[in-house]
């Protein structure tokens, strides 16, 4: 069982940076390949990026490729997302994801409950 829990999403203005931080409970964290997922109103749950476990591979879309970037402190149990030059189409719900293998679909076995981005224009 791997409990996820998002932090350090906020208002910020277009153009500006946030960083996502998502700890993890339990010691086998090391093993998981670790996702980030938004959700914005009325929209379905899209795909932001990805990392393997040991952090060699990283997987973007493309609508925030160059601009975000995903990585991982295994010695610390978190994954971040650093969020750069953001747009008011990145405004949305980010949650992280856990699971055994990298996905860019939503099929990761534990979720996080989500922090809340809001970027003004």
């Known amino acids: 069982q791997v409990q996820l829990v998002e932090s350090g999403g906020g208002l910020v203005q277009a153009g500006g940076s946030l960083r996502l931080s998502c700890a993890a409970s339990?010691?086998?964290?090391?093993?998981?390949?670790m996702g980030w997922f938004r959700q914005a109103p009325e929209k379905e749950r899209e795909f932001v990026a990805a990392?393997?476990?040991?952090?060699?591979?990283?997987y973007y879309a493309d609508s925030v490729k160059g601009r975000f970037t995903i990585s991982r402190d295994n010695a610390k149990n978190t994954v971040y997302l650093q969020m750069n030059s953001l747009k008011p189409e990145d405004t949305a719900v980010y949650y992280c994801?856990?699971?055994?293998?990298?996905?860019?679909?939503?099929?990761?076995?534990?979720w996080g409950q989500g922090t809340q981005v809001t970027v003004s224009s």
């Open positions: 339990g010691r086998t964290f090391s093993s998981y390949a």
């Open positions: 994801a856990a699971g055994p293998m990298v996905e860019v679909t939503a099929n990761y076995d534990y």
């Open positions: 990392i393997s476990a040991s952090g060699r591979n990283r």
